[in-house]
């Protein structure tokens, strides 16, 4: 979901998640302060882009929010301090379900089948 910087912000940046209620989750997962040990990035985890958003769920670093609507709802009270009615929330996933395209494809190449004398990968070389 978006932050208070806005979607051009998405993918790209760390917010703190709960800026205007604290997120309340049994997850154990820090943010950022888990990577740099810095008590200031407790809670800052990196905004996500909202390019197929409706495809994406469950939401959040916990996966907490199963659906839009519970995405929508949860970051308009802990990022805007908002409490959005009922149709605001629909409004606001029907914007959201707008930026949903053809999901990338990815062929994977045919490998020769590997044998006893095939040599064992080194991925640190």
């Not at 609507?69 to 301090?81: F, W, Y």
Request: glycine share 8%; charged share 20%; hydrophobic share 30%.
């Amino acid at each position: 979901m978006a932050c208070h910087n806005g979607p051009a912000a998405g993918g790209t940046s760390f917010q703190k998640m709960g800026l205007f209620e604290p997120y309340k989750t049994n997850n154990p997962a820090e943010g950022r302060a888990g990577v740099t040990g810095k008590d200031e990035d407790r809670m800052n985890f990196k905004v996500p882009t909202l390019r197929n958003v409706e495809l994406t769920y469950p939401y959040f670093h916990d996966g907490e929010a199963a659906t839009l609507e519970q995405a929508v709802e949860l970051m308009g009270r802990l990022q805007l301090g908002r409490k959005y009615s009922e149709q605001e929330i629909s409004d606001i996933v029907a914007f959201l379900k707008t930026l949903t395209g053809d999901q990338p494809t990815f062929v994977m190449p045919l490998l020769p089948p590997s044998s006893n004398e095939t040599p064992k990968p080194n991925p640190w070389q």
